[in-house]
């Protein structure tokens, strides 16, 4: 089983990116998918799940300026992120499992894509 994030790069502050995570070895239809995002000297955090049923989460930080979305056909998440500030530059890494919202419920984590927004 593997996550492959992409997607990430320089930035410059209040431009977009969207992150691509395309999962392969299973499917994952019928599990939550999320981003969490680990900034340097910080512990991870949780950025966005959605549900096998499309029901969405986000942390308070982002709410507003990223979208999550999933294809299930491509067994692939997606993050787009709007309106990026320097305090967004992290690795963000995908992950699936059983919850929309608590990453420490997640099974499986991708390697991650660096993010950088400069001011």
């Known amino acids: 089983v593997q996550l492959q994030a992409s997607g990430g790069g320089l930035v410059q502050a209040g431009n977009s990116l969207r992150l691509s995570c395309a999962a392969s070895g299973r499917t994952f239809s019928g599990d939550a998918m999320g981003w969490s995002r680990q900034a340097p000297g910080k512990e991870r955090e949780f950025v966005a799940g959605i549900g096998r049923g499309g029901i969405t989460s986000y942390a308070d930080s982002v709410k507003g300026r990223f979208f999550i979305s999933r294809d299930k056909a491509k067994n692939t998440v997606y993050l787009q992120m709007n309106r990026l500030k320097p305090e967004d530059t992290a690795v963000y890494y995908c992950?699936?499992?059983?919850?929309?919202?608590?990453?420490?419920?997640?099974?499986?984590w991708g390697k991650g894509t660096e993010v950088t927004v400069s001011s």
């Open positions: 992950a699936a499992g059983a919850s929309v919202y608590d990453q420490y419920a997640m099974d499986y």
